[in-house]
Nanobody, 121 residues
Framework: QVRLVESGGGLVQAGGSLRLSCVVS????????MSWYRQASGNERDLVAT???????YYADSVEGRFTISIDNGKNTVYLQMNSLKPEDTAVHYC???????????????WGQGTQVTVSA
């Protein structure tokens, strides 16, 4: 069973930085894209950033210029470098991968368990 394992969340002061990591637990046939979403308390889960191999990242307006998403294809890992953090970035951050576990399978969405990011004022 393919799993996404996240790490790197925590508590940081406003203006600080954190780097989130998300690794796909086993080798898969193809990864179409990897993304980060976040969900603040009482809100819906929103897209933060997404990327696919060889393509520039897409960012939500609220994080453009502060966050950077990148993929290490050799490690099946996606990173989210978060700089100049603000209190409004506080949320549970989720990793998403659209992938095919095997050549004969269809592309499906997989989700990590979520990692808490808390930014204090």
């Amino acid at each position: 069973q393919v799993r996404l394992v996240e790490s790197g969340g925590g508590l940081v002061q406003a203006g600080g930085s954190l780097r989130l990591s998300c690794v796909v637990s086993e080798s898969v046939y193809m990864i179409e894209s990897m993304s980060w979403y976040r969900q603040a308390s009482g809100n819906e889960r929103d897209l933060v950033a997404t990327t696919s191999s060889g393509a520039p990242g897409y960012y939500a307006d609220s994080v453009e210029g502060r966050f950077t998403i990148s993929i290490d294809n050799g490690k099946n890992t996606v990173y989210l470098q978060m700089n100049s953090l603000k209190p409004e970035d506080t949320a549970v951050h989720y990793c998403n991968a659209r992938l095919k576990p095997w050549a004969w399978s269809r592309v499906s969405d997989y989700w990590g368990q979520g990692t808490q990011v808390t930014v204090s004022a």
